[in-house]
Every structure is written in structure tokens, then in C-alpha cells.
């Protein structure tokens, strides 16, 4: 039976934790989120981060508050803490240490309060904690609230009136010192003791006799013999006979002829709608104009060029001259050649 070496299990190193958080959490401070929780699981408490993260933003021209909780502590006790911190006067009027806590913030710009073993504290003080964290000055101006606390600050958040407080800071809880599942240790290994193996005896060949003989057998086909042909071999042709194609006429290009013969007939119909339109149109003055052409051409036997001119009056022949009784007829005048 053979065991196989087990790891060794090593917990969490809480300084690099410290270290990741303390770096998480300022990320998270000048990212503005308005309330942030750290549980840290070894005797600590959580105190190393809370003093770290309070002096950071102290010097870094911010107001950085730490307030140390205890058991039965209220919101009032820990605003009095404060308001030591800032040198106000401690008293147990909450209006007058919420204006000293706003004038500060107002000079300051930015404000950090850290409540270091938060998880002493009562499930409405922690309210409260998100009461002042989610209230805005005139100039809009608000705390920051980071707790710290030990493992009984995860069970704090679990009461149910901080169930809505619990979703709100889902992405703004770390924790330091929090342990990971054991891994299960492997199966053990079963070695089985080595044996020497006889090498294997070659068995004896079988002598052809006694080898069985198969009960089918295969026949094959003769192959019948190739005879040679009888008579010279046909002669090949030489070349490749040609095959001549007469060629298809080419069809002639056909003659517009007829084109420009339809064209004429459809002008000639052409006109001859236009002069029925036009009779149809003015019937009376194509029927005046024709009748006073035709009397020009016909009446007066003038050419139809001076139809349209005025016509000249006809010259009436004179009266013959009267003659007196006893007076000689007047010669008659002889004709020109």
C-alpha cells in the first residue's frame, strides 16, 4: 500500500489581502461611492484598513473621519466622536453636530467617515449610517461612510431591514482573510508488488500434414488463347478524311423601299384627314371660297393667280353720235395693216 503525498494547505496570506482591499477601496472612494463595507475575518477586525484609509484621505486634502463603534452605540454617539475630531464642542443636540459636520464638508470639498468595528453596532444605526450617506448638501455635496468590521458584520447585513442596504453595496463588500474550500485529498495510489512474467513458449509449427485443409476451392476460368487474324489487316486511312460544307447564302439586306412607300401613303392619308377636318370644322367659308374660285375661273375667264384682285369695271361702248337730218353719214376710217 502506497500514500501519496498530500499538499500543504496554506491559508490566505491576510497582508496581500490587506494590501488588494486597502487598494480596492480607495478606487472605490474616488470613484464617489457613497457607502462601502469591509469585513475582515482574522483578529484583526479590520482596524489596519480603517486607520489607512482614514490618514489617506486625510492627507490628501480631504476630510478623513475614524470612529471606533461599540456595543449599544448609537448614531448620536458616533456623530459626538466626530465632532471631537473636528474640535467642535460635544454635545447631544443632533442638529447642531450635523451643521458642524456639513461646514466642514463645504470647506473640505470631499468627506470620508470610517466606523471601525461596525458589526457592535444595531441594524438601525447601520440605517442610519445610509441615511447620511444618501443625503446631499445645497451645493451637492455628500459623506462617504466605509464600515469595518468582523465576521459578524456579513450576519448584520443578513437582518431584514437591511436587505434593501445589502443589495445596494452587493458590488462595494470585500472581505480579507476569508478562506477557500479545503481541496479534497487525492485517492490513494495502489501500487501492486512486481512479478517477473514468464516469457511466453513459442508453439511448435504445424507440419503441412497437419494443417487443415479448406473444403472450398476455388475454380478459375481457362483463359482461352488469343488467335491471330486471318488475311492482310485493313489498311488505315492516311489523313483524316475532310468534310465540305457548301456554305448558306448570305440573305441580302433587306430594301427600305417599301418603308419609304408606306411613309408616302401615311402623309398622303395624313393630308387628306386634315382637309376633312378642316371641312368639317368651317364647312361655310370652304364652301364660299370654292364657289367664288369658280366663278372667277369660270365668269371672267381670269387666271386663278388675280381671282382675289378687284375686278375693273367694264367699259360700255359709247352711243353712236346722232345724226342730223340732211347731214352726210362720217367716213368710215380705214383699217390699220
Not at 480603517?50 to 449599544?72: P, Q
Request: aromatic content about 4%.
Amino acid at each position: 500500500m502506497y500514500d501519496a503525498p498530500r499538499p500543504e494547505q496554506t491559508g490566505p496570506d491576510p497582508v496581500a489581502e490587506r494590501e488588494s482591499v486597502f487598494n480596492a477601496v480607495l478606487m472605490a472612494v474616488m470613484a464617489g461611492r457613497r457607502m462601502m463595507v469591509v469585513t475582515d475575518l482574522t483578529p484583526d477586525g479590520g482596524g489596519t484598513v480603517a486607520h489607512r484609509v482614514a490618514d489617506h484621505v486625510a492627507a490628501s486634502t480631504g476630510l478623513g473621519l475614524l470612529a471606533t463603534a461599540r456595543r449599544g452605540a448609537t448614531f448620536e454617539d458616533l456623530l459626538t466622536q466626530v465632532a471631537v475630531t473636528l474640535g467642535a464642542r460635544p454635545t447631544d443636540d443632533i442638529e447642531h453636530l450635523a451643521v458642524a459636520l456639513e461646514r466642514c464638508l463645504e470647506e473640505a470639498g470631499a468627506g470620508l467617515l470610517v466606523v471601525r468595528d461596525a458589526d457592535l453596532l444595531d441594524p438601525t444605526v447601520i440605517a442610519d449610517m445610509f441615511e447620511l450617506s444618501g443625503s446631499v448638501t445645497d451645493t451637492g455635496l455628500y459623506m462617504q461612510v466605509l464600515l469595518t468590521g468582523g465576521p459578524d458584520l456579513d450576519r448584520l447585513f443578513e437582518h431584514p431591514a437591511l436587505t434593501g442596504a445589502a443589495r445596494q453595496i452587493a458590488s462595494a463588500r470585500w472581505a480579507i482573510g476569508r478562506e477557500a474550500a479545503p481541496a479534497s485529498p487525492p485517492a490513494p495510489v495502489v501500487q501492486a508488488p512486481l512479478i517477473q512474467a514468464r516469457s511466453p513458449e513459442p508453439e511448435p509449427e504445424a507440419t503441412p500434414e497437419a494443417r487443415p485443409q479448406p473444403t472450398f476451392k476455388r475454380q478459375r476460368r481457362p483463359v482461352e488463347p488469343i488467335q491471330a487474324p486471318i488475311g492482310p489487316a485493313p489498311l488505315r486511312p492516311e489523313g483524316r478524311p475532310e468534310i465540305h460544307r457548301e456554305r448558306e447564302p448570305a440573305l441580302a439586306p433587306a430594301r427600305r423601299g417599301g418603308a419609304r412607300w408606306a411613309l408616302a401613303a401615311v402623309l398622303v392619308l395624313m393630308a387628306f384627314g386634315a382637309g376633312f377636318v378642316t371641312n368639317a370644322l368651317w364647312p361655310q367659308t370652304s364652301r364660299t371660297e370654292s364657289r367664288s374660285t369658280a366663278e372667277l375661273l369660270d365668269g371672267d375667264g381670269r387666271s386663278a393667280l388675280t381671282a382675289g384682285l378687284p375686278s375693273v369695271p367694264a367699259i360700255q361702248p359709247a352711243p353712236p353720235p346722232q345724226t342730223q337730218p340732211g347731214a352726210e353719214p362720217p367716213a368710215a376710217t380705214p383699217a390699220s395693216p
